[in-house]
């Protein structure tokens, strides 16, 4: 797990290696454990490390094979690549080292771009061939690593945070209209490969971007599983059910690939108890766990240790728990903020970048429950969604999981960031229209799954807990395992409230209350509630100068939300103060003005 950078030349200059310094400087939480550059005609490279596999200097990077002509910077981690080292070495090839990260190299020197459908694991990589001047950029499957890139007529520049690009300077961060109606109207999130700042995108998930040293590139998109009912398993919940486990078992178990030791962040619900259950299985003894609860505001509870120390209890876990203080929240706020690569609305980032703090004092790496709701249909709304027929299912999604309307919306915002269409429904109507789905609920998880959720949970847990050097893996987001969900029958996944199929397998191995207890979330009581010194800090963001030169938002609008913190809430109960405020603060924070 690292932090990459780079620029490549497309007018016969040499790149800007200053530039790439400064990117590469702004990666070094991702990254604290060693720095690396490297340059060849008109492309540069940097790196920040943090050390995971191969701890020594053999692994640095950006690595270079010379006798294979290629360069590489690499961000994540190959589960399997101790299996494809085994092939390569049958292929003939030898290996100077034990990361997974020459194992990239040595794949892309025999299978070209292709090889990513050989990668099991999460990544980032940009591969340099030096005679052709030919740079290869390529995502993960699920887009749990990020890869943003800017662009101009003469060059391209790439990392694995804004921010760091930002740090390169010559970006245009006029702000997208589109992206920001998509910001408002889901809750922040704002799918590939757009970004709020005109001037940067996102490389998709499942991405592979060729791109030649004139400037011209190709995308391949090399994965999109099928949300039929294709499985030989037809529609039996017993088998199903051992499928499922087999599968989540397969997960877990590649997840604990690592030359230090690994933890999981356990809160108590479901899907990370799942997981500390199949560590115990597979013989994980005295295995770190990390819980974080908040004091308690408007009668709402901050913490469920009560769970996850039924679950610390029954597996005889090592676990550590932290109880933070509202007063506390203000600076945490703020850091939170500048560790985002995007801006967030979803308050359980400030929650995640503090328990990151404190649990990389610990470990290097966790395990985490992320994209199980997504990939199992654990949420309230899907059913709603369900019910719809598969022609006109994109107007029960709108329903049912927009924020608010395009009028609501057009009304929030000066005229000059405005649209001019519902960008939103726009974009669902396509995704939910695409052949591959059976039903309106296999459309609607497909969009959540490949296209919402990579930039809302997924990106929210690598920003905050790469913001200290803590790598953090997802299980439920191993890409067999989610092909095999998607073909899973809808009933299955709905039953019982949702993730029918993992409550059944959580009774075979969890206590009974950890399964049956109601949904939890990682709750923030005082920024859900805009309680006060929060709410202080929305007051100082809202009315500063660059917000008021901005002028972004409707002014009585915002003299309305302070006035009212608590008042006005989107469709599904989120704090409209919040989502506004939000997007000014992660702005300033980053000085964009």
């Known amino acids: 797990m690292c932090g990459l950078s780079g620029e490549v030349r497309f007018d016969g200059g040499r790149p800007d290696l200053a530039a790439v310094e400064r990117m590469t400087d702004a990666l070094e939480p991702r990254g604290p454990d060693g720095r690396g550059a490297w340059s060849q005609g008109s492309v540069a490279l940097g790196h920040r490390r943090l050390k995971i596999i191969d701890l020594s200097e053999r692994g640095a990077q950006p690595m ?34 034990g990361s997974d990260t020459e194992v990239v190299v040595k ?37 749990i690593k990020p890869l943003y890139v800017a662009r101009d007529r003469d060059r391209l520049r790439f990392a694995s945070s804004l921010p760091a690009l930002l740090a390169g ?55 999109q599983p099928s949300y039929t009912r294709h499985s030989e398993l037809g529609e039996d919940p017993v088998l199903w059910q051992e499928a499922v486990h087999d599968a989540l078992r397969t997960a877990v178990r590649r997840r604990t690939v690592a ?35 908040f004091e308690a505001e408007h009668g709402e509870d901050g913490d469920e240790f009560r769970y996850s120390d039924l679950v610390a209890r029954r597996f005889a876990t090592d676990h550590h728990q932290f109880m933070i203080p509202s007063d506390r929240l203000p600076s945490a706020l703020e850091a939170a903020i500048g560790a985002m690569s995007e801006p967030m609305v979803s308050h359980d980032a400030v ?61 929030m915002l000066h005229p000059d960031f405005t649209a001019g269409h519902d960008a939103s429904m726009d974009f669902v109507r ?72 993992l409550k059944d397998i959580g009774r075979t191995v ?9 949904k939890g979330y990682f709750p923030v009581p005082a920024v859900r509630h805009m309680a006060e010194p929060v709410l202080a800090r929305v007051r100082d963001a809202l009315t500063a100068p660059e917000a008021r030169r901005r002028g972004l938002f409707d002014a009585r609008l915002v003299d309305r939300l302070l006035a009212e913190p608590n008042r006005h ?25």
Not at 369 to 384: N, S, T
Not at 575 to 592: C, D, M, N, P, R
């Open 64 to 97: 270079t094979d010379a006798q294979l002509g290629l360069t590489a910077v690499f961000n994540g981690c190959i589960y399997n690549y101790r299996e494809l080292r085994g092939r390569l070495e049958g292929l003939g090839h030898r290996f100077f080292s």
């Open 107 to 143: 794949a892309y020197a025999e299978w070209g771009w292709e090889c990513v459908e050989s990668l099991v694991g999460m990544f980032a990589f940009a591969v340099v061939e030096h005679h052709t001047g030919r740079v290869v950029l390529a995502r993960d499957r699920l887009g």
């Open 169 to 223: 300077g010559g970006v245009d961060t006029s702000l997208d209209p589109v992206a920001l109606h998509q910001y408002l109207s889901w809750h922040g999130t704002v799918p590939a490969p757009r970004t709020v700042l005109a001037g940067v995108r996102k490389i998709p998930p499942a991405t592979v971007r060729v791109i030649e040293g004139d400037g011209t590139h190709r995308d391949h998109c090399y994965w």
């Open 259 to 293: 030359d230090v030791p690994v933890g999981v962040l356990l809160s108590g619900g479901l899907d990370s108890s799942l997981i500390v259950a199949l560590l115990a299985e597979q013989g994980q003894a005295d295995l770190a766990t990390f819980a974080m609860g």
């Open 351 to 411: 929650a995640f970048h503090m328990l990151s703090e404190q649990v990389s004092k610990e470990v290097k790496v966790v395990l985490c429950g992320q994209g199980a709701d997504e990939v199992f249909a654990g949420y309230h709304w899907y059913p709603q969604i369900a019910s719809a027929a598969r022609p006109g299912a994109d107007d029960a999604y709108a329903t049912t999981y927009f924020d608010r309307t395009h009028a609501e919306l057009t009304a």
């Open 430 to 501: 396509t995704h939910m229209a695409a052949p591959g789905a059976d039903t309106a609920l296999d459309a609607a998880l497909r969009m959540d799954v490949h296209a919402l959720m990579p930039d809302d949970p997924v990106k929210r847990v690598d920003n905050m807990t790469m913001a200290w050097g803590l790598e953090a893996r997802v299980p439920f987001l191993d890409h067999e395992l989610v092909e095999l969900a998607a073909a899973c029958p809808p009933r299955l996944k709905l039953a019982q409230g949702g993730k029918a199929v």
């Open 510 to 518: 969890l206590p009974r209350e950890i399964v049956d207890r109601p």
């Open 569 to 593: 809430r989107a469709k599904r109960g989120a704090s409209t103060l919040w989502q506004v405020a939000s997007l000014e603060l992660w702005l300033q924070s980053h000085g964009i003005h």
